[in-house]
């Protein structure tokens, strides 16, 4: 393990619109800010990049967000008054379907991207291109959690970094070997970032350093952290 983690707010990212070159902005922000050493994990919100791939949709004041929520679900699982718990096609289970009003111009919505595990790989291969170092990307989302109150981030996609990792087989601090472990890492940087992004401060991108370096590499994608329905005790 390392010594410890850095979480650093990246500042300075102009206001995000449909066919921005989101990958150029976010890397000159991190040049002016911090720079980008061989490791770091860039977390991006959901927002920005949905707002640069042209996820914004006209709500309709007649009838309001609720026929989005229904085009961007694939299956209702619980209802009460306006919230609705739904599952996306990309396998998330959320509020809303994703569909989000917050940090949008009044009348729109942001819908999530369609790809977001595309997304994050377009993104690492702009900056591992212009700094000339490895590094891993998170696209963060907020979600609430099924008997817990708040909200948190999690990666709804991510580019080379380890989702979970997997410690099954191997043994605690006792000597116990573990059966059942397998940790949400890229969930635990996204959530480790949005401490220090916040929901209103207008900083949409940060980067969590010197994680362990056993933890980084392709090949997964955002959907190992997403349940299999005959693995849910709930669904």
Excluded: Y
């Excluded at 990309?90 to 919505?109: K, P, Q, T």
């Amino acid at each position: 393990m390392t010594d410890g983690i850095r979480v650093i707010p990246v500042p300075g990212l102009p206001e995000v619109r449909p066919g921005d070159d989101l990958a150029g902005m976010v890397a000159d922000a991190c040049a002016t800010a911090i720079g980008l050493e061989e490791g770091d994990v860039v977390v991006v919100t959901q927002k920005v990049v949905s707002k640069a791939e042209g996820r914004l949709v006209e709500v309709d004041p007649a009838t309001g967000h609720k026929p989005l929520v229904e085009s961007e679900s694939v299956r209702i699982l619980r209802r009460r008054g306006d919230l609705v718990i739904a599952e996306t096609r990309h396998g998330l289970v959320c509020a809303n379907a994703g569909v989000d009003l917050s940090n949008v111009e009044e009348g729109w919505a942001a819908l999530l991207p369609e790809d977001p595990d595309r997304s994050a790989r377009r993104l690492r291969d702009a900056l591992v291109h212009r700094f000339g170092v490895d590094v891993a990307v998170v696209v963060s989302d907020t979600f609430g959690r099924p008997w817990r109150r708040g909200v948190t981030d999690v990666a709804i996609g991510v580019a080379g970094l380890r989702p979970v990792v997997d410690l099954r087989g191997t043994e605690d601090a006792l000597g116990r070997e573990l059966q059942v472990t397998e940790v949400a890492v890229a969930d635990e940087v996204a959530a480790a970032a949005e401490l220090v992004m916040g929901k209103s401060s207008g900083i949409a991108v940060a980067v969590v350093r010197e994680l362990e370096p056993d933890w980084l590499g392709s090949g997964s994608v955002s959907e190992d952290l997403v349940r299999r329905p005959d693995e849910d005790l709930f669904r």
